[in-house]
């Protein structure tokens, strides 16, 4: 029968996921079948499963780390904001709604029974399931209804862990103000607690976890490092990304930060090429003149976007470096933005209509409700890739007759007629070494042909599972789970 501990956190951004992700890599390392499970999750970095749905990418690399492949089941509420106050709404890998944050309230009473039915089923092929919850259980304004934290854990009867942040400071009140906040109910759920991303002489907090587990009755389970390889492996939340400042670098890779921008992990191995100077461009901030290439990432609104793009005055900046002779790629919401036309007649993405695009490819993108979601293979410039897509448009005009990949078998993508403007639908790409490799060297810069970047994450992985086994009590954690009831 499978077990199940749930991992929760005294706010967003403590580290819960890499702490599920080194958990899972680690007890799948002593020959126990993990699976992950976040009941609900907010991330416009998703991640395509093996199912055909999508999940949030977090979950997808706690699934690498247990072994295993992504499941819808892995993440059965998804929710991937599409303005400041509305958010599209996924359950059990597929669409369901776009709803304003108000409303939301109501449609996740009807929801708990699909996280249930996603949790048990993942149960059935599982010894231990990981499940992570999401933000704070201290956010009590918000526990009627509640899917993410003590709501999921009372009604699955899954025991709780807390971790605090002490790299932000005041993790004594953090996880004790937690306990005071909780109702009995919830705070009887919690079984102990850890303390990550410490920094310094580990004695110097000793009084510090005595004082914690005086005042709160949970056990000590654990502090935890700093563990700087982290930067290296995928980050789920939009202020974590970050570039690779390499002052002197052989190529420069501009990429504007977009107020919706989505599975930015694409930038990920071109942040880990050491000829690579990756600058993340803040609004306010022109596009820098001195850039080899612009690369415009994916959306989750790609028109609503595309009018900050302008009102950013990145369109000039974009025109700028095109006539210098610079280069520029589009991935999925970057690849439709690049176009002459991005029609949505049924309002999809806001009012039904269409918008001029950056008329850099001469394509036009219709908005469609069917939304494209596959795993793929093929390949770009004569190497192989392999990744994903998950968009709502269709692409489209004569510049599609200059392919430069294949996706699946079919031509893919789109390229100016010098070859300097591209654009593609496949996320993932820059995660295959051979084709990365060429294309930097096109650049301008070295063909190394030495990082091997899918290796680096299940090494990175391999090191924060030991990096936990020897700071935390995992027997003790292991212990703390309880069966899944059927």
């Given at each position: 029968m499978a077990r199940a501990l749930m991992v929760q956190g005294t706010g967003s951004n403590v580290g819960k996921s890499l702490l599920v992700a080194g958990l899972?890599?680690?007890?799948?390392?002593?020959?126990?079948?993990?699976?992950?499970f976040k009941p609900q999750n907010m991330s416009n970095n998703a991640a395509v499963t093996a199912d055909g749905g999508e999940i949030g990418r977090a979950q997808a690399?706690?699934?690498?780390?247990?072994?295993?492949?992504?499941?819808?089941?892995?993440n059965p509420v998804l929710l991937k904001p599409e303005t400041d106050r509305g958010a599209q709404v996924i359950v059990q890998g597929r669409r369901l709604a776009t709803v304003a944050a108000r409303d939301y309230a109501a449609l996740k009473l009807t929801l708990l029974p699909r996280v249930l039915d996603s949790f048990r089923r993942l149960a059935a092929t599982a010894d231990l399931i990981l499940v992570e919850g999401a933000?704070?259980?201290?956010?009590?304004?918000?526990?009627?209804?509640?899917?993410?934290n003590m709501g999921f854990a009372d009604a699955a009867g899954v025991p709780v862990v807390i971790a605090g942040d002490i790299d932000r400071g005041g993790v004594i009140a953090q996880l004790v103000g937690?306990?005071?906040?909780?109702?009995?109910?919830?705070?009887a759920h919690i079984k102990g607690f850890l303390v990550n991303r410490f920094r310094g002489d580990p004695t110097l907090f000793a009084d510090g976890r005595a004082e914690i587990a005086r005042r709160t009755g949970w056990a000590d389970l654990g502090l935890i490092p700093w563990f700087d390889d982290a930067r290296r492996l995928p980050a789920e939340d939009i202020l974590d990304l970050r570039g690779s400042r390499r002052p002197g670098?052989?190529?420069?890779?501009?990429?504007?930060r977009l107020p919706r921008i989505a599975n930015f992990d694409d930038l990920d191995p071109l942040a880990a090429e050491p000829d690579v100077d990756l600058r993340l461009i803040d609004p306010g901030t022109p596009l820098p003149g001195d850039a080899d290439l612009?690369?415009?990432p994916g959306s989750k609104t790609t028109i609503a976007d595309l009018a900050r793009f302008r009102s950013e005055g990145w369109d000039i900046d974009l025109a700028a470096h095109v006539r210098r002779g610079g280069h520029v790629l589009g991935l999925c919401g970057g690849f439709q933005m690049l176009g002459t036309r991005i029609e949505d007649p049924d309002g999809i993405e806001g009012p039904p209509g269409g918008v001029a695009g950056l008329g850099l490819l001469d394509v036009t993108t219709v908005m469609r409700a069917d939304k494209t979601?596959?795993?793929?293979t093929g390949q770009a410039d004569g190497h192989p890739i392999a990744g994903y897509e998950i968009h709502l448009g269709h692409t489209t005009g004569p510049d599609t007759h200059r392919a430069w990949a294949t996706v699946d078998g079919q031509p893919a993508g789109a390229a100016s007629s010098d070859g300097r403007i591209r654009g593609l639908y496949v996320h993932g790409l820059f995660a295959a070494d051979a084709f990365r490799s060429a294309y930097l060297t096109r650049l301008g810069g070295a063909a190394h042909g030495t990082l091997d970047f899918e290796g680096g994450v299940d090494t990175t992985l391999d090191r924060l599972a030991d990096h936990l086994a020897a700071h935390v009590d995992t027997a003790a954690l292991l212990d703390l789970a309880a069966p899944v009831a059927p």
């Amino acid at each position: 029968m499978a077990r199940a501990l749930m991992v929760q956190g005294t706010g967003s951004n403590v580290g819960k996921s890499l702490l599920v992700a080194g958990l899972a890599r680690h007890f799948a390392r002593q020959g126990l079948r993990v699976a992950p499970f976040k009941p609900q999750n907010m991330s416009n970095n998703a991640a395509v499963t093996a199912d055909g749905g999508e999940i949030g990418r977090a979950q997808a690399l706690q699934a690498r780390a247990a072994g295993r492949d992504p499941l819808t089941d892995m993440n059965p509420v998804l929710l991937k904001p599409e303005t400041d106050r509305g958010a599209q709404v996924i359950v059990q890998g597929r669409r369901l709604a776009t709803v304003a944050a108000r409303d939301y309230a109501a449609l996740k009473l009807t929801l708990l029974p699909r996280v249930l039915d996603s949790f048990r089923r993942l149960a059935a092929t599982a010894d231990l399931i990981l499940v992570e919850g999401a933000g704070s259980p201290a956010e009590i304004n918000l526990r009627a209804g509640d899917i993410a934290n003590m709501g999921f854990a009372d009604a699955a009867g899954v025991p709780v862990v807390i971790a605090g942040d002490i790299d932000r400071g005041g993790v004594i009140a953090q996880l004790v103000g937690t306990h005071a906040v909780l109702p009995d109910g919830d705070r009887a759920h919690i079984k102990g607690f850890l303390v990550n991303r410490f920094r310094g002489d580990p004695t110097l907090f000793a009084d510090g976890r005595a004082e914690i587990a005086r005042r709160t009755g949970w056990a000590d389970l654990g502090l935890i490092p700093w563990f700087d390889d982290a930067r290296r492996l995928p980050a789920e939340d939009i202020l974590d990304l970050r570039g690779s400042r390499r002052p002197g670098a052989r190529i420069t890779v501009a990429v504007p930060r977009l107020p919706r921008i989505a599975n930015f992990d694409d930038l990920d191995p071109l942040a880990a090429e050491p000829d690579v100077d990756l600058r993340l461009i803040d609004p306010g901030t022109p596009l820098p003149g001195d850039a080899d290439l612009i690369l415009l990432p994916g959306s989750k609104t790609t028109i609503a976007d595309l009018a900050r793009f302008r009102s950013e005055g990145w369109d000039i900046d974009l025109a700028a470096h095109v006539r210098r002779g610079g280069h520029v790629l589009g991935l999925c919401g970057g690849f439709q933005m690049l176009g002459t036309r991005i029609e949505d007649p049924d309002g999809i993405e806001g009012p039904p209509g269409g918008v001029a695009g950056l008329g850099l490819l001469d394509v036009t993108t219709v908005m469609r409700a069917d939304k494209t979601l596959r795993r793929v293979t093929g390949q770009a410039d004569g190497h192989p890739i392999a990744g994903y897509e998950i968009h709502l448009g269709h692409t489209t005009g004569p510049d599609t007759h200059r392919a430069w990949a294949t996706v699946d078998g079919q031509p893919a993508g789109a390229a100016s007629s010098d070859g300097r403007i591209r654009g593609l639908y496949v996320h993932g790409l820059f995660a295959a070494d051979a084709f990365r490799s060429a294309y930097l060297t096109r650049l301008g810069g070295a063909a190394h042909g030495t990082l091997d970047f899918e290796g680096g994450v299940d090494t990175t992985l391999d090191r924060l599972a030991d990096h936990l086994a020897a700071h935390v009590d995992t027997a003790a954690l292991l212990d703390l789970a309880a069966p899944v009831a059927p």
